[in-house]
């Protein structure tokens, strides 16, 4: 049996205006929408039985308004290093839009998207070299429960910081919005225990899908 010292949850934001137009966000500060709010609800509704435990989320505004819902009004702690990868000259852009002027590289990010980025955007190494640092942050404290809440990429990092994963094939981790992914921190091996979960939001208000981790 493995010795579990903490166990983190990683939370995706809700969904934006931007998730629905399929742009990249990325490092723009967008925020959430009515839909992404009430799936940051129904995450705070499926997670009450963590409240207490420490959030520390992405300073962008689409992850501090899902932290501060999650948070039940007690203090999000705010991490630079777990701001979204910048996409350079894709921020803001269509998807729909990169495809018609480039499919090729579209198709090369879509397979490799740490790697196969477009000009100007953030490197897996300054991606890495933060998320790292932030991961530190987060689990250095005393709780045994602790929560992130950011971003698509920037979770997809984490996990590959703590399950020591290949950065190559890591972009291939489904992470939607309001998901919720758990890992568990142990001495010498971590083990991810479960993956995107997001029953909560199938539900109509409230929330009496279990969550037990």
Known sequence: ??????KLLLIRHGKTEWNNEARFQGSTDIPLNDQGYQQALKTAAR???WQGAPIYSSPLKRA????EAISGGKPVIPLEGLT?????DWEGE???????KDIKALAKWHCDGFFSTPENAETWEQI????SQAVEVCLGGESERVMIVAHGGILRAVMINLMNLDPHTAWRLAVYNCSISGIDVCPKVNNLVFLNDTLHLAVE???NVP???
């Open 205 to 207: 208000e409230g929330c």
């Open 1 to 6: 049996m493995f010795t579990v010292k903490k």
């Open 211 to 213: 969550f037990r981790f």
């Open 84 to 88: 979204e990868m910048n996409f350079g």
């Open 128 to 131: 890495y070299n933060r998320v």
């Open 64 to 67: 501090m308004q899902t932290a």
């Open 47 to 49: 997670l009450k039985s």
């Open 94 to 100: 269509r998807v729909a839009d990169i495809m018609k």
